[in-house]
């Protein structure tokens, strides 16, 4: 869940960023990247096609370009490949010529990998980033280019969570998004979700099964969620649609969900789960470990996954994020009596196994 910048100059131009990764997205409307590094494309070299793509697109090439376009986004070109040396073109006033190439990384999942690009540019003193989304062909699903994101500002870095939390599932999950850097975490940019986790379940590299268009594709779809503490239910939702996977629900950025006060100052949030499986109403007292529901994708997400935050307010963006400290869980096999989930890990509670409530319940 995130709110990133992008050019409003470029809107007229390159108004769809198709999200063809499949991954999660963030709470608000704006678009993700998937993690670098995880889930890499393997019958397609996605890095030498990015590569040449914008090497078409910084030369003008726009026929060779066109050809290597998907009809989505085609379409929402209007058809015309002149919008392209439109872009082009914008981007060379605005910008200048790339100067330096800093990194560059293939991430996504195989069916629906991306080309990420960070650069700087001649009349910029922004990192930019390109952004290249493919299908499992190659053909061009999506493209973008935008500021590159920056750490919000906290002055909780060294903060030390005061309510015992546990991880809110039983069974083994991958952290998608975690950690205290931008490499690790896309939230980290806002302010109020600077400490949040996305998590699902991965299997043989993959997050679903078949070609992931159901819900029930997911390997996390409709596992159980359970309270990573005790505390008061402030706010719930449980009647939102789940979302066609790759679709995004802005509106309702939460989708369903539950939001928790512990009653010292820390509120967690646990967003997107599954219509109809929320077990708790807004007044409820709830324990550790508690059955909250159940994991889905509703609201603001491309696909099933849980989305944790920590925050010093029960109001969605509005607040600091505040580290959120499990206690005994596993990291990679390897015990972890206290600690913050990071990028790439498959973590579980300790003691607890699959499909089993932490509290024993």
Request: charged share 20%; glycine share 12%.
């Amino acid at each position: 869940m995130n709110r990133r910048p992008r050019f409003e100059a470029f809107a007229h131009t390159l108004f769809v960023f198709a999200m063809a990764m499949g991954l999660p997205a963030g709470l608000a409307a704006q678009a993700d990247t998937t993690p670098e590094g995880d889930v890499r494309g393997a019958e397609i070299d996605v890095l030498a096609l990015g590569r040449t793509h914008t090497a078409q697109f910084y030369a003008g090439e726009s026929d060779a370009l066109w050809a290597s376009i998907g009809a989505e986004m085609r379409a929402a070109f209007g058809d015309q490949p002149a919008m392209l040396i439109t872009f082009r073109d914008q981007v060379a006033e605005q910008f200048g010529a790339e100067s330096e190439i800093i990194t560059e990384t293939v991430e996504g999942d195989p069916a629906a990998p991306a080309y990420l690009r960070t650069a700087r540019f001649e009349k910029s003193p922004q990192v930019l980033q390109v952004i290249f989304s493919y299908d499992g062909g190659g053909s061009i699903t999506g493209f973008l280019i935008r500021p590159a994101p920056s750490l919000a500002p906290t002055e909780f870095l060294d903060y030390q969570t005061r309510t015992p939390l546990r991880l809110p599932f039983g069974d083994a999950w991958f952290v998608f998004w975690g950690g205290r850097t931008l490499e690790q975490n896309y939230h980290t940019s806002t302010r109020d979700q600077r400490f949040a986790y996305d998590i699902l379940i991965m299997r043989d590299g993959t997050s679903h099964t078949g070609d992931g268009t159901r819900n029930e594709d997911y390997h996390c779809f409709g596992k159980p969620v359970f309270a990573p503490g005790g505390g008061r239910v402030v706010s719930a939702a449980k009647d939102i649609a789940d979302n066609v996977p790759g679709e995004m629900n802005p509106a309702q950025a939460l989708g369903n969900h539950v939001i928790l006060d512990h009653g010292n100052g820390e509120y967690s949030f646990l967003a997107h789960l599954k219509q109809g499986t929320l077990r708790v109403a807004v007044g409820d007292e709830v324990a550790l470990g508690d059955l909250l529901g159940q994991c889905g994708n509703s609201g603001n997400t491309t696909e099933a996954h849980i989305h944790y935050h920590l925050q010093d307010t029960p109001d969605l963006f509005a607040g600091d994020g505040l580290p959120a400290q499990f206690l005994d869980y596993e990291a990679d096999g390897e015990a972890v009596a206290r600690g913050e989930p990071v990028k790439g890990q498959v973590v579980r509670s300790r003691g607890a196994g699959p499909e089993r409530d932490p509290s024993g319940r």
